[in-house]
Structure formats: C-alpha cells, structure tokens
C-alpha cells in the first residue's frame, strides 16, 4: 500500500462519541438500581426490623437463589433476542413430578431427580428446535408451554398438595433448601471464593496490560475487591447468626460461575451475543444460530428443572400454585440487571442483582403480610418500571 | 450582487471529546447551483452535513452558518426543515409497509376534517411524481420497489417540503445506472427552479457530470474550492488524499495454479417473487480473480449467497471446491471448508454493530481459537491485534465499537473477520461500495495479496471500470443467466454492457470449460 500515505493523523477516525455516552447510561443504571435496592431494604427494614433479622435474611438468600437461577437462564434466552414465559408452569410442573415420583412412587430422590431433569432440558430442546426451525416466535411458544405445562402439572399432582418427603425424612430435594453449610466451612468456602474473584481480576487487569488495552487503576480494583471482601464477609456472618450459608445459595453460586464462563469465555457465549446483536451477519458470519438457540433452551430447561426442585423444597411441597408467575419475575430480573430485551447485551452480575431486587420486594411483602391484590399490583408495576427504563436508557446509548 | 449566497458555513470548529472533527470549514453555496464536498472517509463531511441540518445544535460548534446573510440558529432538525434544507441521507428512511403516496405524505397527511384524503393525497403524490419525471404507480408500498427507486422516493419526499437547500448524502450508492440518470436529471431540472443541492458522493464522475463547483474536505479543512468544469478527476484525488494515486487498479496478475472452485449447470430456485438462477458455469482457479458483473436483479450476490448456504434451492448443478464435491452447505459449513463471503451490505450482514472492533474480528474464526468451547483470550488477540495492523484500521482500540467507525473502516474489519478465517475462495461482493478512493485501492491491494497466497478471489461489482481493472477473467449475469463471459484485455466497457443485457456479442461462453 504504498500509493496511499499510510499514516494519516488521527481525526481520520470519526468523532469518537461511542463509550462515554454508553458508559454514562450503564452508570445511571448502576447507580439508581443501588438507590432502589437500598431504598427497597431501608422501607422494608423500618416498617418490619425483622426483615433485617438473621432468619429473614437467611430466607431472603433461599428465594433469592430460585430467582436468580431461572433468571440466569432467562439471561441466555434474552441476549440472542428470545423470550421464554414457560419457565413458571415448568418450574411447577418439574417440582409436581419429582414429588409425585418421591412421595407416591416412593423412588429414590437422587433418581427422581435425574429422570425429571432429562424430561425438562428434552422439552425445552424442543420448544427451541419448534421456534428456529418452524420459525415460531419464541413469545408464542412459550405462551403454549405456560398453559400445556400448568395443565399438566394439576394433572400429575391431581390438584392435590404432594409433600416432597415422606414423613420427616429429608431426601436430596428437601435439603437443597434446608441444608446449611456449618460455620467453619462457609467461611473457608467464602475465602475461597474471594481467593478466585481476586486472581481473575488480577490476571484480567494483567492480561489487559499485555494487550495493551485500557484498564481500571490498581486503587479501582484494589477498592473493587475490598467491597466483593466485605461483601462475602457480611453474607457469611448474617448467615451464621441463623444456620449458616444454605445450600441453595451455593447452587446458585455454581450456577452463577457456570453461567458466566459460558457467556464470557466460551464460542457459545460469543455466539449468543452476536445472534442477539444480529442475527443474519452472525449467520453470515458462520454461527451456526440454530443450534446455539436450541442449545439456550436446553440449559434453560435445566435450569428450570433445577429451579423447580428448589421452589418446591421451599414450599415443602407441589401445590397448584407453584411456580406461578415466576416467568415474569425472572424477565424483571433480567432487564432491571441491565438486559437488553431487544438481544446482545446482558450480564450475570446485573441480573443476580435485579433478581436480589426482585426477591427483596417479594419476601418483604410477604413478611408485612400485604394481600396479594397488591402483591400482584407491585409485580406488575416493577416490571413496567423496568422495561420502561431499558427503552430509556437503550435510547441513550 | 454578482455573488449572490444562500448558505454560507464560515470557519466552522467542532470538537468531540479527544477529536476535533472539523478545524475549520469554509465554503458557499449559490441558489440553483449543485455544489459537491468530496473527500475521504472521515474526512469531515458527516459532520459538516450534520452542523448544517440541525443535528449538531447551534452552539455545539464554533463559527457561523449564515442563510440569506444572517446566522442560522438551528438547534434541531425540525428548524433546518423550517428554514428550507432537507437532507437525503444514505440510509433510506421510509416505512417499508406504506405506499409510496403515505411515504412522501408521511407526517403532512393533507386531511379533511381530520380524516385523511387519500384521493387528494395519492393525486398530489402523483402529481409530485410526474413534475420529476419519475414512473413509481404511487399506490405500491415501498416494499415492492427496488432500492433505488425507494431513494428517488425519499428525494421527492424531501423536495415535496418546498426545500431551498438539498443536501444529498451518496444519493446513488444504491442506484442503478439508469435511475442515477433519472436523478441527475432531478437535479438539474431543480437548479432551473432555483434549489441549491449540496451533493456527496465518493463517484467523481457523476460529481464532475452534474457539480458546478466542487470543495474538497480533507482532515477536517476545507483544502480548495474549485470550478467543476475544470476540474480533473486525478485533481480531485490528489487533493482528497493529499498526494497523487498513481494506479486506480493495481490489479497484479499472478499465474493460475489448479482450479478452486467448479460450478456446472447450477440452476437455483430462489424465493417466492425472486429471479432464480438458470443453467449458470464457471471456474475459479488458485491465484485467480473472477470478476461477477450484472444489473441489480441479474442474480449476482444470489449466486454467491446460493454457494455460500445461504440462498435458494439447488435444482440441478454440481459444485466442486478444489476437485472435492461440495453438498449443499451452511455458511458454517461454507466457512470450514473454506469459502468465506463479504456481503455487500455490511451493516445488515456484516457486522454486529454494538459490539467491539475484536468481538467481530474474530467472530467468523472463534473454532480455532477454542479448546473444549473454551476462547483463549491471548490467541485471540494476537490474530486480532495482527489483523488490525496489518489491514490498518483506524480506531482507537480493538474494543472501540465497530458501529462508531466510518464505513471505510467497518469495511475493513469485515474483510479482516473473513481473511482470519484464513479461506481457499473468498467471494467479495461490491467491497468497494460507498468507501472512498483510498480505502478502495487498499481493498484492492488486499486482493493482491489473497491471489499472490494461492487464494482464488471471486469479485461481485457494479461498476464496469473496476470489474476491467481487478479481474482476470469477468462472467456477466442477465436475468439469473450467462450473459457473456470474458478474459482480461479482450473486454471493454461495451461488451460488458452488452452482455449485461442479454445481448452477448464478443462471448465466449464455453471455452473455460475444457
């Protein structure tokens, strides 16, 4: 290329007005979902101090889990632009089975467990395979699958309440909700966790450097830990003041980890961001978006056999109304954690965090014991609330 | 009053954080006159048509922008409108699922009694439609138009505003030859009327056929403002790049090695509505370019898209990569095998556009770059960071967005996503599309270098001169057919044409085949 002059001057480039104004809206979302959080807590905390209490808290981790993990989920149907309502029936449908299998059948939990989970993602590969293939909206598949699913689960539990153990024996299931890490292994299980968090911003922050790419000063990470510090310190104390770490939250940090890996370090994470962002250059592009779709669902199935496992231990047992509405919470999850309902953008620390909002409000409501009209009322207007400011705040950026 | 002015822009300065974008643009415009602004990608252009139509504030700016000789304080587009510019951008802007009569009506319906007179309005459009010329039944949604005719749509929707000052952003990027004729004749009839268009456009020969003068921008200045009917076009390039191009089409001729890609009698049924492809042959060999020429409709980027699994049914034909059948295939598919496709709509299939310069680098390349699913993040930015420099891209980083950078650049980081995935057949169709001179000649030398590596370089172009300059060998397309086949030297920009249109004199059809 030696006719053209090969160094041009930098305004070449044209009027770098990309990050800053995109950083912007992702600050203003980060800082007003704190306000909201804290606010949440303060109203709750003042109008009952027992939502502050140990055991209040302890629950708060137990529900907080069930919403993040089908949340989790919903974020890898989200960012390559679909959309799954089903998950709420699924979650009852999966906990109605396997409480049909452990308490009439008398089956092995653990077995119980693994039949129902191979139904769920099975089911689930194949609302995704109907929706690429047949080109169905992901809405109106799942809008069917909300309705077979509810139908099916009343029919499994015949419209009774089917208890998750027999008697007072605890099985697999009932313990993924009332099994609690002991003292000592929650704080090293914590410290572990921290150690982890510490190395991979440090070989991050590294990497970056070698890369010659722009990173946060040493006093940014350095604060940035000291607040993930606090923060697992803080959970790990309120915990042993109740009974220790429960053992959903450990799932969910499993589930957390998992999740992330998948969507920022692997092909298929990439894929889905691309799909989301567009999907015909992607398909251009060599992304095999058919199987990457249907692969999402599959692990939402999973996760929704997982969740439902969960919700029903909680519940102690499978009633018709388990399950309900979850779908939607999970969605507000989602978008209050800044995901892009439109695909492409999403993270796994945002939705923990709008799952946290999200179940906040629901266990305070519930401990002031407010009717459910308004409980309804509150969903709703959070969730309008949240898509509200992601059509906002997509604008700005 | 000799020099009378309709719009003036006087030393205009804006900044952008880390960016000045323009360091001082001067430049005038007289009523009725057609004044084209040339100069490379970035160059300032963009920004200059935005200072004048509104988009950047009055006030966001430094200088004056005067109308009629007093300053023009137009803090949003709606003012621009209101003071007589209107601006045609690249981009169409129209609902596709409206008529042609609602599209130029649309936010003026004329209505009676609140209700919308569809006769008077569809009468008007009508009406609009002759006084230019134009043959579009106003009742047709603009679906059903082709591209080019939805542009001259856009411009008489523009025009229908009583504007003073049309400011024309590569009006004809999409545009056939012909409907280019019919809007350089738009513009001429408007100069009578006494509208002043201000007309961008990286195609110096229209600029020269239809400027009365030219402003060349380069880095943000004004470098010159000349009479177009003096000007030459390797003027005009020397002062847009700063220096002489000296050979347009550097095309290096390498000796063909064994034969790439075989396609035999493949017929294609396309989509409902869609011109399928009938009975079509060629060979591409190792080292080689093959030039794909046609008019918009003849199936040029189906052919390629067909290849690549991602157009139509295969009816009958054979294709063979390197002496191997290939079945029918996926892009996914396509692109482990080794044929790699740039579409001439980048933006639509290109690029992901809200995300990083690296994000889509690597998109097409990311099986390599895995273990177990796994990306490796120092592979890959070292194949990104190596692509990056070695095809030049202007941008701050590999994560600035890819959405932020000019077209030239975007370009280039989809040919860069397609040579990473280190290809045998690599399809380019219109590369060279709406990217200024410079950038075009390094796409060109980019296709010396795939052919000088033993890759056999399929090139799909509008433009006769470049199919003439870039290629050994030229297939023309009519009507989903061969319309003529040609070896380098042996063609010329008529037969082209003529076997562009189905009347294949000096073909030789058949010859390639032995």
């Known amino acids: ?397 | 009053m000799a020099e009378l002015v309709v719009l003036e822009a006087h030393h205009i300065i804006k900044r952008f954080p880390g960016v000045v974008a323009l360091k001082g643009v001067t430049f005038d415009l007289r009523p009725g006159e057609v004044h084209a602004l040339c100069g490379e990608n970035g160059a300032g252009k963009s920004t200059l048509i935005k200072v004048l139509s509104g988009i950047h504030p009055y006030g966001s700016y430094e200088g004056d922008v005067l109308l009629g000789g007093e300053i023009a304080e137009m803090r949003t587009v709606k003012d621009a409108e209101l003071l007589g510019i209107a601006v045609i951008y690249q981009e169409l802007a129209s609902v596709p699922e409206m008529t042609v009569a609602e599209n130029i009506f649309l936010g003026r319906e004329p209505t009676r009694l609140g209700i919308i007179d569809r006769l008077k309005m569809e009468d008007e459009a009508r009406k609009l439609l002759r006084r230019f010329g134009i043959e579009i039944n106003p009742d047709l949604t603009m679906r059903d138009l082709g591209v080019g005719h939805q542009q001259l749509v856009e411009i008489v929707k523009a025009l229908a505003k009583n504007g003073r000052v049309l400011i024309l952003d590569e009006p004809t990027a999409a545009l056939s030859e012909s409907e280019v004729q019919i809007l350089l004749q738009i513009l001429r009839d408007l100069k009578t009327q006494g509208v002043s268009c201000i007309y961008i456009s990286h195609k110096l020969d229209e600029v020269l056929a239809i400027a009365d003068r030219i402003t060349i921008l380069r880095d943000g200045q004004s470098i010159t403002t000349m009479e177009a009917a003096r000007a030459t076009k390797s003027e005009i390039i020397r002062h847009m790049v700063g220096r002489e191009i000296q050979d347009l089409f550097p095309r290096r001729q390498t000796k063909p090695g064994e034969p790439m890609l075989t396609v035999r009698n493949l017929s294609v049924q396309g989509p409902p509505g869609a011109t399928g492809l009938r009975n079509i042959s060629f060979e591409v060999r190792a080292g080689e370019v093959l030039g794909i020429g046609g008019l918009m409709g003849a199936g040029r980027s189906e052919l390629l898209m067909h290849l690549f699994g991602a157009w139509g049914k295969r009816i009958s034909g054979s294709v063979d990569l390197a002496g191997e059948k290939l079945p029918t295939i996926t892009p996914d598919r396509a692109i482990s095998d080794g044929i790699v496709l740039v579409s001439e709509d980048r933006k639509r299939y290109g690029l992901v556009l809200e995300k990083s310069v690296g994000f889509n680098l690597s998109l097409s390349s990311l099986d390599r770059m895995s273990r177990m699913g796994l990306i490796d993040p120092t592979g890959e930015h070292a194949e990104n960071q190596r692509m990056f420099d070695s095809l030049r891209i202007k941008a701050r980083d590999m994560e600035a967005l890819v959405g932020k950078l000019s077209g030239g650049n975007q370009q280039k980081v989809v040919l860069g996503k397609a040579l990473m995935t280190r290809p045998r057949v690599v399809f380019l169709d219109e590369p060279t599309r709406g990217i200024d001179v410079g950038a075009k000649v390094e796409v060109y030398q980019l296709v010396n270098r795939l052919t000088d590596a033993g890759q056999a370089v399929v090139l799909v172009s509008s433009e006769l001169p470049e199919l003439l300059g870039m290629t050994d060998r030229i297939l023309m397309l009519h009507a989903g057919e061969v319309g003529g086949t040609f070896v380098r030297g042996e063609a010329d920009q008529e037969k082209l044409l003529a076997a562009a249109l189905g009347q294949a004199i000096g073909s030789l059809e058949g010859k390639e085949q032995a």
């Open chain 1, 1 to 397: 290329m030696t006719t053209v002059s090969p160094t041009e001057p930098a305004p070449e480039m044209l009027p770098y007005a990309g990050p800053p104004a995109q950083q912007r809206g992702v600050a203003l979302r980060n800082f007003s979902m704190t306000i909201a959080l804290v606010a949440i807590w303060l109203f709750f905390g003042v109008a009952d101090p027992a939502f502050l209490g140990p055991r209040n808290l302890s629950n708060l981790a137990v529900e907080l889990s069930i919403t993040a993990v089908l949340s989790l989920g919903m974020l890898l149907i989200i960012v390559p632009g679909h959309i799954d309502l089903s998950i709420g029936s699924g979650v009852g449908l999966f906990g109605g089975i396997v409480a049909v299998l452990i308490f009439n059948r008398s089956w092995p939990a653990p077995v119980a467990m693994a039949l129902t989970t191979v139904i769920a993602v099975a089911v689930w590969l194949g609302m995704g395979a109907l929706i690429v293939r047949q080109r169905i909206p992901a809405f109106i598949i799942t809008l069917a699958g909300l309705l077979i699913f509810k139908g099916l689960h009343w029919r499994v539990i015949g419209s009774q309440t089917i208890p998750i153990q027999i008697g007072a024996a605890p099985n697999l299931v009932s313990l993924l909700t009332t099994w609690f890490l002991p003292p000592l292994a929650g704080f090293a299980l914590m410290a572990a966790v921290w150690a982890v968090i510490a190395w991979s911003e440090v070989r991050s922050r590294q990497r970056r450097i070698s890369f010659g790419l722009s990173v946060d000063t040493r006093e940014v990470m350095i604060s940035r830990l000291v607040l993930w510090a606090q923060g697992l310190l803080l959970f790990v104390l309120v915990c042993t003041q109740y009974r220790g770490i429960p053992l959903s939250a450990v799932i969910l940090g499993a589930v957390a980890v998992a999740v992330y890996v998948i969507s920022q370090h692997t092909r298929f994470g990439r894929y889905l961001y691309a799909i989301g962002g567009n999907e015909e250059a992607a398909l251009i592009s060599g992304v095999p978006v058919n199987k990457v779709v249907i692969a999402a669902f599959g692990i939402m199935g999973l996760l929704t056999a997982l969740g439902g496992f969960m919700q029903t231990a909680y519940a102690g047992s499978s009633t018709t109304t388990i399950g309900q509405l979850l779908e939607l919470d999970a969605i507000a999850a989602c978008v209050i954690g800044g995901t892009s309902l439109k695909g492409g953008r999403g993270t796994v620390l945002g939705v923990i965090f709008g799952s946290l909002i999200m179940a906040s409000l629901l266990n305070g409501m519930t401990l002031m014991a407010i009717s459910p009209e308004v409980k309804f009322i509150a969903r709703g207007a959070v969730l309008a609330l949240a898509v509200w400011m992601d059509v906002k705040l997509a604008a700005k950026t």
